[in-house]
């Protein structure tokens, strides 16, 4: 079948063509850290994830901080069937979460992957915000919490950095999906059992887009939850965005987040290349 899993259409046969992202008939996982305790607390909980990198991305960021993993599709192969055993071979129940880093891509191939395997830990989708309503609906049958970017309200910008035409409206109809999907928030002893965690990164020189993506989230989404990260950092030989964010940056995202009464989530320490969450504003 032809490949449409996300907003680019490609319509290729991947058993044979390649579409944007890369990705072939198989799924290619770039790395597997076990007990992975870099998200926010909810998501890590007291355990850690068993957070799967899968490999190429339907994004472009020029500013990717995976760049390897995402920009080239290398890592070892499987089908649906041999993923399925693969991630059978984990003892799960000593994870607090199982984590899809970037899966997006592989959505068709890990619909298949659910049909003989039964996650008994809350499974984690951990994308770009790039995806199509009908894929959400389809692969809600086995995710359990959803972390999406929610990058850009600004298009040309989405285009620059992102190679993602329309960004605004598909994370926006994409989000709004995935809330739709999983309802109210439901934790259990601080963790995200089920429900959606809405993540955006401010950019260097681009707050007026940081505070539209806030104002995007406080219009659309119901009951939001929200993690805003400070955590940029620019990469070799990206000449676009060349430096971290500036303190007052940070400070004005954070002080409109808070005018919009969006408090429920996470910021970071401004220091936080090393990512140490602070709990609600
Ligand atoms: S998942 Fe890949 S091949 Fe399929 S539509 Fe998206 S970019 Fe194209």
New binding site residues.
Partial sequence: MN??????????D?NKD??????SNKIVIAKVIENFMWEEPCITGGKGTLAIFFA?C?LKCCYCQNYKISHEVKGDCYSPEEFAIFLKSFKLENFSALEFITP??Y?SLLIEVFKSFKSPIPVVWNSGGYETVEKIKEISSFVDVFIPDFKYSDDKLAIELSSAPKYFEIATNAIKQMVKEKGENQFENGELKKGVLIRHLVLPGHVGNSINVLKAIKKEILHPFVSIMSQFVPIKNNQILKRTILPLEYKIVLSYAEKLNLNNGYIQEFSSASQNYIPNF
Wanted: overall charge positive.
């Fill in positions: 490949c449409n899993d996300c907003p680019r259409y490609c319509n290729v991947r390649k579409g944007f992202c890369g990705g190429g339907n997006t891509h959505s």
